[in-house]
């Protein structure tokens, strides 16, 4: 008897499970049905808009990828790509990339450059300046993010959460939701304490710098290095030791430059003082042991650390060693794989939601050699409702993967395992870029 109604209950309990999936495919469906449906029917005002312009404006954002080059920069062939290859419009490619700028500094111009322009579309290209950890999303959450239903279900709790009546308890759990809705880790931030700076350091390395100013490299030395030797502010601290690099580096001190470098990577992997310092002494084949030691020995404490790997990589390029410089460059990607930067994906979302605000169409291009899944990653919460195309450019630029083949695609190795696009490189990506804007308007 127990059996049998036990084999009953599960009966029931299945039916149930099973018309519940079914309800919540058949909404699935519907929701896609309705994206695609208003995804036909902008398409088609967007062509309708085509056929009455004298000149499709395009305006081209991001960093010194998009900014440098002038006549050769990436915009610019865009230009003369997009003439060429279509003769029934004219197309008028404007250059608003900012050297060295993150993507919050590119998309905080978007509505003034919109403003301004009256652009058609905005082609972007951006975010390898952005400085956030990366963090990496679950893939299982991923794929039910991406469902209709759960955007639904997420949706309408959020809007119940600010319905209820105690304000202050129903605003922490809706952030609480939105941790939980974007699954993104957040890293409890040090806190630096500043500290007050005895204004006699202060003239101190006033003097250091002046000390420098007339080449006189020696007193610089002094003054820095009992700057640093003072328990000082730690970003007061960061400028002696960044002088006091430049002070060594003046004199030839390879040695102890090196030290000053191993300080800096370990505050802040990212060191842009001591990124640029050590690229330049592989370019330039100098302390090759030192420099190879000193970033080995900051792998053995932490092994993950994307610059320091890809630092090592494009040094080990430099110096010839093509299967070394393959290894740390395949750890860089390795890291990179399926993992999200905070700062870039928030501010491609921003941009998202600027373009559907003014009804412009957005190509969202990944960096060439870049794996297309570290953009695709960025949007797996959009729907059908944003208009924008994403560009891959990895199979396009193959060739570059080869050693011998690297300096005729990028004049530099400004990103490790890539650079900045010379004449060639910037070409083969307007192409590609063209070729996915004019399929758009078919």
């Not at 952005?130 to 759960?150: A, G, Q, W, Y």
């Not at 939701?177 to 202060?202: F, G, H, M």
Request: proline share 2%.
């Amino acid at each position: 008897m127990c059996l049998k109604y036990m084999f009953t209950n599960y009966k029931i309990l299945t039916r149930v499970a099973f018309r519940i999936v079914l309800f919540l495919l058949f909404i699935e469906i519907f929701l896609r049905f309705d994206g695609w449906i208003s995804l036909v029917l902008q398409e088609n005002r967007n062509k309708s808009n085509l056929k009455g312009l004298n000149t499709y404006r395009i305006i081209c954002i991001g960093d010194s990828n998009t900014a440098l080059g002038g006549d050769e920069s990436f915009p610019s062939q865009l230009d003369v790509v997009l003439n060429k290859l279509d003769t029934k419009r004219k197309y008028e490619v404007i250059n608003k990339g900012l050297p060295a700028a993150d993507s919050t500094e590119i998309v905080d111009n978007v509505e003034e450059l919109i403003n301004e322009y009256k652009p058609n579309m905005i082609v972007s290209m951006m975010g390898a300046n952005d400085r956030n950890d990366l963090t990496k999303e679950d893939p299982v959450f991923i794929l039910i993010s991406r469902l209709k239903v759960f955007k639904l279900a997420q949706g309408v709790f959020l809007r119940l959460l600010y319905f209820k009546s105690d304000k202050g308890i129903n605003q922490l759990l809706l952030e609480r939701a939105l941790v939980q809705k974007n699954n993104i880790t957040v890293k409890k931030q040090e806190v630096i304490e500043r500290k007050a700076v005895d204004p006699q350091y202060v003239k101190m390395l006033f003097l250091g710098l002046k000390m420098l100013e007339v080449k006189d490299y020696v007193k610089a030395e002094v003054i820095f290095k009992s700057l640093v030797s003072q328990d000082l502010d730690i970003i007061f601290l960061d400028r002696a030791y960044k002088e006091l690099g430049n002070s060594l580096k003046a004199q030839g001190k390879i040695n102890e430059l090196i030290n000053v470098f191993k300080y800096q990577f370990e505050r802040d992997e990212f060191s842009v003082f001591a990124t640029d310092e050590i690229r330049e002494l592989c370019s330039n084949k100098k302390a090759v042991y030192e420099t190879e030691q000193l970033l080995l020995s900051l792998l053995e404490i932490k092994p993950d650390r994307e610059n320091i790997n890809g630092l090592l990589g494009a040094c080990y390029a430099e110096w010839g060693d093509d299967v070394k410089a393959e290894k740390y460059l395949s750890k860089v990607r390795e890291i990179r794989r399926n993992a999200v930067n905070v700062a870039s994906k928030k501010n491609y979302l921003r941009l998202a939601e600027i373009l559907k605000k003014n009804k412009i169409k957005g190509i969202f291009v990944q960096y060439p050699m870049l794996s297309m899944e570290n953009l695709e990653i960025l949007f797996n919460e959009m729907d059908d409702s944003y208009d924008f195309i994403l560009v891959d450019n990895l199979e396009n630029f193959k060739e570059a993967l080869n050693p011998e083949k690297y300096k005729e695609y990028f004049s530099d190795r400004s990103l490790n395992d890539r650079g900045h696009c010379t004449l060639k490189g910037n070409f083969i990506l307007a192409e590609n870029v063209a070729k996915v804007i004019l399929n758009s308007f078919k």
